[in-house]
């Protein structure tokens, strides 16, 4: 069986409030900012390690991004995965979720002979969620989102699906696309024999000179979605702090209300 991991390198959370936007595209500069793998992608990782565990199977982790989205397939690698492949180039860049997705599954292509491809839900900077279900469009297999439980049978898989309010157990003929929430595992800490062997392994780095694909369909050119306005939201205003004992603070309370016309709301 060959797993293929889809990775997303996001910058930390802790570096949020330096994060900056260029005001030219819209797009986030990631250069100066610390970055680790999209939190949902590790439970992703996990869960093809933990199948290769039980079912011997090969898995091979890949990303989109610039070259030092290698450190993300090197902790992959060290977690456990066989194989990381770069998808880097500066025609890549810019791509919005289409490009993104089409450009995955163009690899995925040259790549072959998959059963399972793995992704987080989510990536929590651009958070559309949209890359798996459009990288399963693209490659024409079925696809089933937000799984929290998988199990494989033979050529089938039996996933539990998170929906607002239960969850929905769906089998899927393989290859198939699956997008994981963070119930479905915990991540494992990398070992010390897997740094070692990560930071030794050969990242074959593919750019558009080996994927040949066509100009107007990758990076801002293949990218019909325009990011008009990026901008902080302004904060809620001040609330109003109510002093006095406690039937002084009912009675301002009340004329606040009055005041203000509020119960309007309930009428
Ligand atoms: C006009 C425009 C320009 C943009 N320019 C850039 C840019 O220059 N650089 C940039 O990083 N982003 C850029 N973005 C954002 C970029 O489109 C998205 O980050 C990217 O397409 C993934 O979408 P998402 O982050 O919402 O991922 P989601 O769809 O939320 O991600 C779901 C899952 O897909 C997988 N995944 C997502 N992205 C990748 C990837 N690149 N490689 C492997 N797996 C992946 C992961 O498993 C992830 O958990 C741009 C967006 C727009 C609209």
Known sequence: MHIIVCIKQVP?????????????????????????????????????????????????????????????????????????????????AGSDTLATSFTLSEAIRKIGNFDLILLGKQAIDGDTAQVGPGLAEWLGIPQVTYVRRLEIKDKLIKVERVLEDCFEIVEVKLPAVVTVTKEINEPRYPSL???????????PVWGNDYLGLPLDKVGLDGSPTRVTKVFVPEPPPKGKIIEGDLNQKVEKLIEEIKKRDLLKWLR
């Open 12 to 92: 930390d959370t802790e570096e949020l409030p330096r994060v900056r936007v260029n005001p030219e595209d819209n797009t986030i500069v990631r250069e100066g900012i610390k970055s680790i793998i999209n939190p949902f992608d590790e439970n992703a990782i996990e869960e093809a390690i933990r199948i290769k565990e039980k079912n011997s199977a090969v898995v091979t982790v890949i990303s989109m991004g610039p070259p030092q989205a290698k450190d993300a397939l090197r902790k992959a690698l060290a977690m456990g995965a066989d194989k990381a492949i770069l998808i880097s180039d500066p025609v890549f």
């Open 193 to 203: 024999k897997g740094l070692l062997r990560a930071r030794k392994a050969e990242i």
